[in-house]
């Protein structure tokens, strides 16, 4: 069974800076990709960033350029270092492992004040 914890979420001003991190269980989190979603008041889940086993990653078009996924295999910790927060980026963000099924974490709030 895989276990998500997700920390580093917060109270931010608007061009403020956060740094989410999420640690995993069990040994399979360097061959899965691994993603963070994001899930605000009365809107559906998106997908915010993901990276695979290999390094690559790929990005939502509202945070390109802001936010950077990144992951330390020996560590099984998958970070979302956010710059430049928005209002709009208020959100829970999850944290999920993508296998045939997905797993997901219990979600930290990220709320950004103008």
């Known amino acids: 069974q895989v276990q998500l914890v997700e920390s580093g979420g917060g109270l931010v001003q608007a061009g403020g800076s956060l740094r989410l991190s999420c640690a995993a269980s069990?040994?399979?989190?360097?061959?899965?990709?691994m993603g963070w979603y994001r899930q605000a008041p009365g809107k559906p889940r998106e997908m915010v960033a993901t990276?695979?086993?290999?390094?690559?990653?790929d990005s939502a078009d509202a945070v390109k350029g802001r936010f950077t996924i990144s992951r330390d295999n020996a560590k099984n910790t998958v970070y979302l270092q956010m710059n430049s927060l928005k209002p709009e980026d208020t959100a829970v963000y999850y944290c999920?492992?993508?296998?045939?099924?997905?797993?997901w974490g219990q979600g930290t709030q990220v709320t950004v004040s103008s």
């Open positions: 990276i695979t086993s290999g390094g690559s990653t």
């Open positions: 069990g040994s399979a989190f360097s061959r899965n990709t």
């Open positions: 999920a492992q993508l296998t045939v099924f997905i797993y």
